[in-house]
């Protein structure tokens, strides 16, 4: 409840309410305060762990996209193992990697039927200036590898990816007519190298996760999970071809969180995505819709058509189960990726004829909504640095 205002001289139960109101929080607004600031420039660190953020003496490489060539895999202890060795190419003055990074590695030439190392489920181990020791999807589980020929990239695809800052906080609601106030503030600068001038777009966002205890023994921290978006704001812009800079200013100032929030430990963060058009390399980059009047013929090879975006140059073979009745899907479709593409954006949406697919022009047509999009992009993100930054988390009593 909040006090009264102004008090009456006689009114005691006012002085009172009013008091523990002031001595609840920060500015009269709540029980529970929390926040970050800084101004010293930093890198985000584009991880999926913590440290968010890296000094700007850092021997480390920040950049938000980055592939290295390799020149031979070995297997740690022999073949099947938990842990592989990477060797770079050229050796670094400095390790590039540290540990508990994601890393992606492609471009391998290898033999075998057992587990490819053409994957973007990597961490790393360990890092050194020649080489880098790499477990499989974080559990690090024993595998039998292939046999490692020639060739490959090493390195890291951030793009299109939510990357927190080291903006953040966390607050306890504790009722259901609980809000949570929340402001923020970044100037953020970044480089970028562009083959040819294209339009992409940087979001920045405030998200939430839920708080649960943490059951390794030993650890009194939280866990979080269920992160979801409060806030965000998206600039779009043009990019120059070559290597470049560019920057931005977010401030939010009114977000409120809330009420009906269950009772829980919450975290807030101040988030980061690039968003650049890429290639489409298989069935896993779109999602499949539209309806079937029904069809029941087998078609191999369409074209694909634009509807939005800028994307241009897929082309996909499909073949449909001669039983599907209703609406295309994963199971009854089954589409196989020809040409990637370029220029491609999550959400763009193409489609394919449903003319060539047996049936009718539009009520048959397939359409495809892009998902997510991969290398080679137009456009790569290098460091991003941050300057001015806050967040402040608060809880308001109703």
């Known amino acids: 409840m909040v006090a009264k205002y102004p008090v009456d001289i006689g009114d005691q ?3 009172v309410d009013a008091v523990n109101y002031l001595m609840s929080g920060p500015a009269g607004l709540g029980q529970n305060f929390q926040g970050f600031s800084a101004y010293d420039p930093a890198y985000i660190r584009p991880s999926g ?3 968010w953020s890296l000094p700007s003496d850092t021997t480390l490489d920040p950049s938000f996209y980055l592939s290295i060539p390799i020149s031979n895999i070995t297997i740690v202890g022999g073949n099947p193992s938990s842990l592989i060795t990477v060797t770079f190419t050229t050796p670094f003055a400095d390790a590039p990697f540290q540990f508990g990074d994601k890393v992606d590695m492609s471009n391998v030439v290898e033999t075998g039927s057992d587990t490819s190392y053409n994957q973007t489920t990597w961490q790393v181990y360990d890092c050194t200036t020649t080489d880098v020791t790499l477990g499989y999807s974080g559990s690090f589980p024993i595998i039998t590898w292939n046999t490692y020929v020639s060739g490959g990239d090493i390195g890291r695809d951030f793009l299109n990816y939510p990357t927190d800052t080291d903006c953040n906080a966390r607050v306890t609601v504790l009722g259901p007519t ?3 106030f929340v402001s923020a503030q970044l100037d953020l600068s970044w480089e970028y190298d562009c083959i040819t001038p294209i339009d992409y777009s940087v979001t920045v ?5 839920v708080g649960f205890p943490n059951t390794t023994p030993g650890s009194n921290d939280f866990l979080f999970g269920d992160f979801v978006t409060i806030s965000e704001k998206t600039f779009n812009r043009t990019a120059s071809s070559g290597p470049n800079t560019d920057s931005l200013e ?3 100032t009114t977000v409120l969180d809330g009420p009906n929030l269950p009772f829980n430990y919450y975290w807030y963060i101040l988030t980061v995505k690039f968003n650049i058009p890429g290639t489409i390399s298989s069935d896993s980059n779109f999602s499949i819709s539209g309806t079937i009047d029904p069809i029941t013929a087998t078609f191999v090879g369409p074209g694909i058509n634009g509807i939005t975006g800028a994307g241009v140059g ?7 189960d001669s039983a599907i009745t209703s609406t295309y899907n994963d199971t009854n479709t089954t589409i196989t990726v020809t040409t990637p593409g370029s220029n ?4 763009d949406q193409s489609f394919i004829n449903g003319s060539s697919l047996g049936g009718t022009d539009p009520t048959n047509n397939m359409l495809l909504t892009f998902t997510s999009v991969g290398p080679p992009y137009s456009l790569t993100i290098g460091k991003a640095t941050t300057g001015l930054r806050s967040l402040t988390a608060q809880v308001i009593k109703q």
Not at 205 to 209: F, N, Q, S, V
Not at 314 to 320: G, K
Not at 344 to 347: E, Q
């Open 13 to 15: 139960e006012g002085i």
């Open 49 to 51: 762990r913590q440290p």
């Open 178 to 180: 609980d809000q949570v």
């Open 205 to 209: 966002l405030i998200t939430r996760g």
């Open 250 to 252: 977010a401030v939010f």
């Open 314 to 320: 897929l082309t996909v073979d499909v073949d449909l």
């Open 344 to 347: 491609y954006a999550i959400g």
